[in-house]
C-alpha cells in the first residue's frame, strides 16, 4: 500500500541490483558478495560474556538515557580515542544503531517543510531519506562556502566517508564547523568508519582543534556496528551539545527509542578495549592489501579509498556495466549510483568478506585479464 510517507522516498536501491546477485550467485565457485559493509568476523568475546551475565537483570524497561554506566563508558572513549573534551554525560545519548538516528534526526529536531538539510554529494542515501521523511528540502553539496546561501538548518559530514573512504582534514572539518556555526545549522558528523583510517587519521568534529573550546551546534555520530562486530546488537550513540543532545532525549523518550538493557551493559567493556579494534583493523588491511591490486590488475581505478571498508572503484564505464561485468565473475558489488548523482562511474567493493571470499574474488579477477 502506497501512502504519503512512502511517497517521499525513493526506491529502495537494493532492490535495483537483484539480477546481478542472482548472475554473480550462479557461478560455479559460488557468490563472492562484496555489496554490503555487513561484518563477517566473530563478536568479541568480552561482549558475549557481558551478555550472558547481563540478561538476569533486565526484566523491567531500560531508559531512554541510557545506564550511568555506559554514558560514562562513553564520555572515557571518546575522550581517550578521539580526543574530545569538555564531555559529559549530558552530551551523551545511546542510539538504537546509528542508521535510525540518521533517518530520524531531522524529524526528531523539528525540521520540515521549507528546512533544507545538507549532505556530501557522493553519501549514504539515509542522509536523504531523513530529510524527506521529515518533509524537508534535501541538498547535496561539499561546499562549505555555500551554506550562507543554502542556510540550511542540519549539515552532515562523513569521514571516513560511505562511500568512497575520503577522509577530512582537521582543518577541513574546522571549515564545516565555522560555516555551519555562522548560520545556526546543528552539523552531524559521521564518525561510525573512525576506527579504519588507512592513508590518513581520522578526526572527530568534537576535538577542540576542530571545534574549538565548546561543542555548540555540533553531534558526533558511533558506532560499534564496524569497529567490534556488533551490526546486529544496533549499539550507537551521538555526543556533542548537550542543549541539542537533550532535545533528542526528551523526543525520543516519548517515541520509546531505548537500546536494549543487555545492549547497553555488552557496549560498556567494547569501548573500553582497543585490542579487538586493531586485532579487526588487521584483518581489514590484509584483506584491502589482497583485493586492491587484484581491482587494479584487471583494469580498475581506485579512488580516495583512504579509509572505511571499501575501495571505491571505476573502469570509466557505466556502473552498471561494471556491476554486470563483475557479476559475470561472481563478485556482487554496490554501484555508486546509489549514492548519487555524481557517482555513475564508480562501484563501491567491500572489505567485508570472509578471508577465503576475498582471495576468491581476487583470483578471479586476475584471470579476468
Known amino acids: 500500500m502506497t501512502g504519503p510517507l512512502s511517497a517521499r522516498l525513493p526506491d529502495f536501491p537494493w532492490d535495483t541490483i537483484a539480477d546481478a546477485k542472482s548472475l554473480a550467485a550462479s557461478h560455479p565457485d559460488g557468490l563472492c558478495d ?3 559493509g555487513t561484518p563477517v568476523d566473530p563478536v568479541p568475546q ?4 557481558a551478555l550472558a551475565a547481563s540478561g538476569a537483570r533486565w526484566g523491567g524497561y531500560p531508559t531512554t538515557w541510557g545506564t550511568p554506566t555506559l554514558r560514562s563508558a562513553i564520555v572515557d572513549y571518546l575522550g581517550r580515542r578521539w580526543g574530545a573534551s569538555g564531555l559529559s554525560d549530558a552530551g551523551v545519548l545511546p ?14 529536531l523539528g525540521l520540515g517543510a521549507g528546512d533544507v538539510v545538507v549532505f556530501p554529494e557522493i553519501a549514504y542515501p539515509t542522509y536523504e531519506v531523513g530529510a524527506r521523511l521529515a518533509g524537508a528540502t534535501p541538498v547535496a553539496c561539499d561546499d562549505p562556502g555555500r551554506l550562507a546561501a543554502l542556510r540550511p538548518k542540519l549539515v552532515w559530514i562523513n569521514s571516513p566517508a560511505n562511500p568512497h573512504g575520503a577522509i577530512l582534514s582537521a582543518s577541513d572539518t574546522k571549515s564545516w564547523v565555522d560555516a555551519a556555526r555562522a548560520v545556526s545549522a546543528v552539523l552531524a558528523s559521521d564518525e561510525c ?20 573550546p565548546t ?14 562486530n556488533v551490526a546486529g546488537f544496533r549499539a550507537g550513540w551521538v555526543a556533542g551539545d548537550a542543549t541539542i543532545v537533550g532535545e533528542l532525549l526528551e523526543a525520543r523518550k516519548h517515541a520509546g527509542m531505548m537500546v536494549p538493557g543487555p545492549i547497553q551493559d ?8 582497543q585490542d579487538h579494534v586493531d586485532e579487526q583493523r588487521a584483518r581489514y588491511l590484509r584483506r584491502r592489501a589482497i583485493l586492491r591490486p587484484a581491482l587494479e590488475a584487471s583494469g580498475f581505478t581506485i579512488e580516495h579509498s583512504q579509509g572505511s571498508l571499501y575501495l571505491w572503484a571505476t573502469r570509466g564505464g557505466n556502473c552498471r ?3 554486470d561485468f563483475l557479476a559475470g565473475l561472481g563478485i556482487l558489488a554496490a554501484p555508486g549510483d546509489f549514492y548519487g548523482t555524481a557517482s555513475d562511474q564508480y562501484v563501491r567493493i567491500a572489505l567485508t568478506a570472509t578471508d577465503e571470499r576475498i582471495e576468491a574474488a581476487a583470483s578471479r579477477l586476475r584471470q579476468s585479464v
Do not use: N, Q
Open 34 to 36: 562484496l555489496s554490503v
Open 46 to 49: 568480552l561482549a558475549l560474556d
Open 95 to 108: 542510539v538504537i544503531g546509528t542508521k535510525e538516528l540518521v533517518a530520524w534526526l531531522p524529524t526528531l
Open 193 to 212: 568508519y573512525g576506527e579504519f583510517g588507512w592513508d590518513a587519521e581520522p578526526v572527530s568534529v568534537l576535538h577542540p582543534d576542530v571545534c574549538g
Open 215 to 228: 561543542h555548540d551546534g555540533l553531534l558526533a555520530v558511533h558506532s560499534l556496528s564496524k569497529r567490534s
Open 266 to 273: 555488552a557496549m560498556v567493556p567494547l569501548l573500553g578495549d
Open 321 to 323: 556495466a561494471t556491476i
